[in-house]
C-alpha cells in the first residue's frame, strides 16, 4: 500500500492515447518534479 501512496503523490498528470497510432496504446506521465515520461 506503501508504494501506491507514494507513486499517486508523485504522479501529476497520466495520458493514455490510443488513437494516435493504430494497434498502440501511448502512455505519457507528467511528474511533480516537472520531468516528463513517455
Same mark, same amino acid.
Given at each position: 500500500?506503501?508504494?501506491? #501512496?507514494l507513486?499517486?503523490? !508523485?504522479v %501529476?498528470? /497520466?495520458? !493514455? +492515447?490510443? /488513437?494516435? #497510432?493504430?494497434?498502440l496504446?501511448? /502512455? #505519457? /506521465? +507528467?511528474?511533480?518534479?516537472? %520531468? #516528463?515520461?513517455?
Amino acid at each position: 500500500m506503501y508504494r501506491k #501512496e507514494l507513486f499517486r503523490f !508523485l504522479v %501529476h498528470r /497520466v495520458y !493514455l +492515447d490510443g /488513437v494516435t #497510432e493504430p494497434g498502440l496504446i501511448r /502512455v #505519457e /506521465v +507528467d511528474w511533480y518534479t516537472g %520531468h #516528463e515520461r513517455r
